[in-house]
């Protein structure tokens, strides 16, 4: 398989998995504004994990001098807010930052793609 080749089934395969990820993002927040903490709790996990999957994902397309227009750094920044919000155990700001930053920004990333392949 060519560099191109792998490189656009990398993308079908973004293409597929970053709407489900901005929608378990929702599920997530209104999960917590329904003080359902431990189903939460588990798709926060599962979250975490595909985020971590399409960053890695996203930067081997980059890595192979395919040009996207993504910045995964800033995904960062929400996550370090997550783990505060959970070392704190402050719902409302894990539930906002899942409704308000990752789920816009899993929805831009996918914007961001089709228009770069």
Known sequence: MSHNELVLETIESLEEYLPKVANEAI???E???KDK???AMDRIQKVISAI???VSAINGIKGVDFPLNIDTYEINEYLFEIQDGLHFNDTVLIADIFEYEINP???KWLERLEKDK
């Open 27 to 29: 599920i997530i927040a």
């Open 31 to 33: 999960l917590l504004r």
């Open 37 to 39: 903490e431990s189903e």
């Open 52 to 54: 971590e999957w399409v």
């Open 105 to 107: 920004a899993m929805l």
